[in-house]
């Protein structure tokens, strides 16, 4: 699912269709779950064409990226600082 998708019960979509399309009109696409544990997924038409990168180019800009850090300077924090600054994050500190 994308980052930013609705998700609606089959009860939703019978009952509030326009709520269901409006969802669809403004994150371009929906979930619908029916009561049986099945996911649909729900599109504006047009869609289809936006294929998400091929998961090699993905990994080869994220390299590209790492490095670039790396030679800026960057040093990642060590595994022990890492739950720190999680908990940081989530407000718990």
């Not at 180019?57 to 800026?72: F, T």
């Not at 060590?78 to 908990?87: C, H, L, P, V």
């Amino acid at each position: 699912m994308s980052a930013a998708a609705a998700i609606f019960t089959q009860q939703d979509l019978v009952a509030q269709a326009a709520k269901v399309f409006d969802a669809v009109r403004q994150f371009g696409r929906a979930e619908i779950r029916t009561q049986e544990g099945e996911t649909f997924v729900m599109a504006k038409a047009g869609n289809e064409s936006e294929q998400p990168p091929a998961r090699e180019e993905v990994l080869a800009r994220m390299k590209a990226h790492y490095q670039k850090l790396k030679e800026l300077g960057h040093i990642p924090p060590a595994a022990a600082d890492q739950e720190r600054i999680n908990q940081i994050i989530a407000g718990e500190i």
